[in-house]
């Protein structure tokens, strides 16, 4: 979750460190810091907060080195704070760790008995401890990484430098990392993310668990070795030189990333038909027609699960085949029932979230097929699995994901319709672009959604509600207003309130009832029985229906005809801008909401 950068070359080290964090500060924006090398020794600048603060005081004291390493911090262990903020550093070493050290206060109890000192609360600081102890015990520094490696528990990544050397060193388990280079510039590159390094870096390595990257450099020469924690050279390491684009991360003409990302939407779903529906594409899809599954899990968190929820309806629906839909948090940890002729698809816009990564390898263990929809292409995630569907959205910056959940539904579909043999080329375009222009409509009308957001932004809680295929379209609003607008908000299955959340409803409490032509009458009485303990209504529905209108106090009605199946994305995307006006109203960071980061690599 936290971002990592290492440079050493010829250039200002603090350049690209800076550079490459402020691209993964979407990840972790506690605080920040770096450390970098004057004269042979260690120097460090930490500030707690957003990049922007350290980068305040870089320019201040305008440092200048050619090696240096760089955090942007999610915290997990220590308040945060400029003490508990990476780098971790001694008079030897300085570290940057993502992911948690899960034994890491009995080693720390350990050290403490052996007289090491502690200056944070960080479990990260550990590691650095026992870096320096093995340090002073075998003067090398891959035999100490080693050691330490072997001591730790949990998924982990860490970059460290060293006093008196330009040479930067790196070691992960199950957590993402980096080494790159540029051979023509002398340049050394480590991150946590290959965005980081596009276009600085010329080669990219992907390093497997416990492969100890050394990065050497000389002002003549440098090098990129990988070593097993025995010490022996090792081959488990790819190697990628193809050049990757850099999407250029700007808000164009809006506000907000989350805002631009909602907008993209249209254009993006015409890209997806066109890359599936040409050669490439539909070849990829084909390759899902050989499986015939007796059962498929699909598996995601936070709104990738919603995603998998929505396509579960398809895959029931249009193969026959039986579907569960499970939280990776929980399929990792309860010992699921897999046989060899199930599929696993994993869900995931990172393709590093660290749940969705063991739940995968625990499918690939059981020799379950495992099948991706992901949208960044390279992540572990990508790499792991037999086949990829990308999702093709294109970066996404805000924190809370919008345009991945329409595209990974949408590949869902298509991947379901391909299965099935159903996958008519011209039928998707039509009903693709109906989608498109649908959601155009929903996105021209924003005035409208701002209007009802300005109502009832200020009430006390909102609880979405759906039946069917909405239910996991009432989860998502729900989600997608917590996060960023910091309001109590519960997505429930509409037939559920009189099981319990009924108690909630007085005049207080808004219900976004969300209620398409699927099972209209039902979800109707339910929204009437919210009306009756004079429960503010948010109606979204067909345009047409003026009975879901007639009960509501507000009322967004969509065009649905003709969408059959999609209808979902259509009126999930009312949802994101309800969300996103209500933020707006409550004056919270939107593209970088309070305790969240873009990509969870920690469990
Ligand atoms: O990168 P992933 O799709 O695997 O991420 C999964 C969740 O962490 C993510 O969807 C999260 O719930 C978002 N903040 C929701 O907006």
Known sequence: MCGIVGYSGPQNAIIPVLEGLTRLEYRGYDSAGVSYLVNNEIQIIKKEGKIDNLKAEIKNKNPFSHTAIGHTRWATHGAVNELNAHPHTNETFSIVHNGIIENASEIKE??????????????SEVF???????????????????????????????????????????????APLVAGNNPAKK???????????????????????????????????????FFELSGQKSERYK???????????????????????IYEQPGLIKNLYEYYLNQEGRQLLT?????????????????????GLVIKNFFEEQNKVRVNVELASEFRYRNPILKKNDIGIFISQSGETADTLASCD???????????????????????????FLIKAGLEIGVASTKAFTMQVLTGYLMSLSMAGKLEAKKVQKEFDLLADNIKQVLSRTTEIKAIADA????????????GIYFPIALEGALKLKEIAYVHA???????????????????????????????????????????????????????????????????????????HLRPVLVNISMQLFAYYVAKLKGTDIDKPRNLAKSVTVE
């Open 110 to 123: 350990d050290l403490q008995k052996e007289g090491f000192k502690f200056k944070s609360d960080t479990d």
């Open 239 to 261: 190697a990628q030189a193809k050049k990757m684009s850099l999407d250029v991360a700007n808000k164009g003409e809006h506000e907000h990333f989350m805002l631009k990302e």
């Open 362 to 388: 625990l499918c690939i263990e059981e020799k379950v097929t495992a099948l991706s929809i992901v949208n960044v292409e390279g992540s572990t995630l990508y790499r792991n699995c037999a086949e990829n």
């Open 128 to 174: 650095l401890v026992l870096l320096t102890k093995y340090f002073l015990q075998t003067k090398s520094v891959k035999d100490s990484i080693s050691l330490a490696m072997k001591l730790i528990r949990g998924n982990s990544a860490f970059v460290m430098m060293m006093k008196d050397s330009t040479s930067l060193y790196a070691v992960k388990r199950g």
């Open 187 to 225: 340049e050394i590159y480590l991150s946590s993310d290959p965005y980081a390094l596009i276009g600085f870096a010329e080669n990219i390595y992907f390093p497997e668990d416990e492969v100890i990257c050394e990065l050497n450099r000389t002002d003549k020469d440098i090098e990129v070795k």
């Open 490 to 564: 519960e997505g429930y299955a509409a037939g559920e309130l009189k099981h319990g959340p009924i108690a909630l409803i007085d005049q207080h409490m808004v219900n976004i009832s969300i209620v398409g032509p699927e099972l209209h009458e039902k979800a109707l009485s339910n929204t009437e029985e919210v009306k009756s303990r004079r429960g503010l209504i948010i109606g979204i529905g067909d345009e047409k229906d003026k009975k879901l209108k007639g009960v509501s106090d507000y009322y967004f009605g969509m065009n649905l005809e003709g969408l059959d």
């Open 456 to 467: 009832v932004y200020n009430k006390k809680g909102f609880i979405f509600t759906g039946r």
């Open 287 to 307: 390759k899902i027609t050989k499986y015939k599954p007796d059962f498929i899990h699909i598996i995601g968190c936070g709104t990738a699960w919603h995603a």
